[in-house]
C-alpha cells in the first residue's frame, strides 16, 4: 500500500481568455508530506493551488484524492490581494471562519469549532490578539491568523499559496518555524507555493517546479543536483545564464519516477 493522499495525473488547466497556464502535470502528496511548488509569476502555481481545492476545474487529466481525504477539509491559505489584508473582522472571527467547513447543516459555530479556533491561536501565538481587528495587525500577525484559520478548516492537509510574501526576514523564519512545526508535531501536510528557493530547499521533502509545464517534480536532495534546480537556484540569485532554459525533468530516484509512472504499491 502506497500513502498517496493526492495523486494528480495529466494535469491541464486554462482560462477562457488564455491559452493553456498549466500543461500535463503529474505528481503525488503523500501522507505528512511538504512539498513545495516553486516558479516564476505567472508559472501556474495559484492555479494548480485552486485546482487541488476543486475551485478550478481541470481541462484535462485528474486529481484523486485518497478516501480519507475531503478536498473540503483540506485547509486553505490564499495568495494575498490589498483588499484582503483590509478585511473588517476581529481575529477571533477570522479564525473561526475555517471551521465553516464543519458546520454542515448547523447554522453556529458550537464549543468544538471555538475551542479548535482558541487551541490553533495559541498555538500560533495570537490567542492574545483574538479581539482585535485584522486590519489593524502587522503583515507577520495577518499571516499568522490566516495560518490558525487554515488549520481549524483542517488536521490534514494545509494549501499555503505564498504565505510569507511581503515579511521581514525575522517574521518569515517565525511563520516557516511555526509551518515546519504543525508538519512535523502534527502531522500535517503541508503544499506550500514559494518564491524562496533556499527555504524551499530547507524546509520542504519534495519540490514541483512548474513553468506552465512540469520542469521536476521530485525529493529537494535530488532537486537541488538537478539541472532544472541548479538553474534555477542560480536565476534566484540573479546568476544564470542569458536563455539556457533546461528541458524537463523528473526525479532521478527511481522510487520517484515509478510513483510518476502510476505509483507503487510498497512506497
Ligand atoms: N482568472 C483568470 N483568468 C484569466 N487568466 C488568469 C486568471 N488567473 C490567472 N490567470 C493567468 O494564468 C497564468 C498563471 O497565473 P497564476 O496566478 O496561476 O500564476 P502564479 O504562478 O501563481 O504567479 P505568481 O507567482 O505571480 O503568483 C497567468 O498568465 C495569469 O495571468
Ligand atoms: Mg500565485
Redesign the pocket.
Known amino acids: 500500500m502506497n500513502n498517496h493522499i493526492i495523486t494528480c495525473k495529466n494535469l491541464t488547466f486554462t ?4 491559452n493553456i ?1 498549466v500543461d500535463n502535470l503529474s505528481f503525488t502528496v503523500s501522507n505528512g508530506d511538504y512539498l513545495c511548488i516553486v ?10 493551488i485552486k485546482g487541488l481545492l476543486h475551485l478550478k476545474k481541470p481541462e484535462s487529466g485528474t486529481i484523486q484524492y485518497a478516501p480519507s481525504l475531503d478536498p473540503r477539509d483540506i485547509g486553505y491559505l490564499p ?1 494575498q490581494t490589498p483588499v484582503q489584508k483590509d478585511f473588517p473582522a476581529s481575529v477571533r472571527e477570522v479564525v473561526l471562519s475555517g471551521c465553516l467547513n464543519r458546520l454542515r447543516l448547523r447554522p453556529f459555530f458550537g464549543s468544538g469549532e471555538k475551542k479548535t479556533a482558541l487551541t490553533n491561536m495559541e498555538r500560533l501565538g495570537i490567542a492574545n490578539l483574538q479581539n482585535r481587528c485584522y486590519r489593524e495587525l502587522s503583515g507577520g500577525q495577518q499571516q499568522r491568523v490566516l495560518l490558525a484559520r487554515a488549520l481549524s478548516a483542517s488536521k490534514k492537509v494545509l494549501l499555503l499559496d ?1 504565505p510569507t510574501a511581503g515579511l521581514d526576514p525575522a517574521a518569515t523564519q517565525e511563520l516557516y518555524d511555526l509551518i515546519a512545526g504543525i508538519n512535523q508535531e502534527l502531522g500535517i501536510t503541508i503544499i506550500m ?1 514559494s ?1 524562496d528557493i533556499h527555504a524551499s530547499l530547507k524546509y520542504a521533502r519534495h519540490i514541483l517546479q ?1 513553468s506552465h509545464r512540469q520542469r521536476f517534480f521530485g525529493t529537494a536532495e535530488d532537486y537541488r543536483q538537478s539541472a532544472a534546480g541548479q538553474f534555477f537556484i542560480r536565476e534566484s540569485e540573479g546568476e544564470a545564464g542569458p536563455d539556457v532554459i533546461p528541458e524537463p525533468e523528473r526525479a532521478a530516484n527511481p522510487r520517484e519516477t515509478q510513483a510518476l509512472k502510476g505509483g507503487t504499491d510498497n512506497d
Open positions: 482560462y477562457e481568455d488564455s497556464v516558479g516564476e509569476n505567472g508559472a501556474g502555481k495559484s492555479t494548480l495568495q505564498e507555493v518564491h512548474l
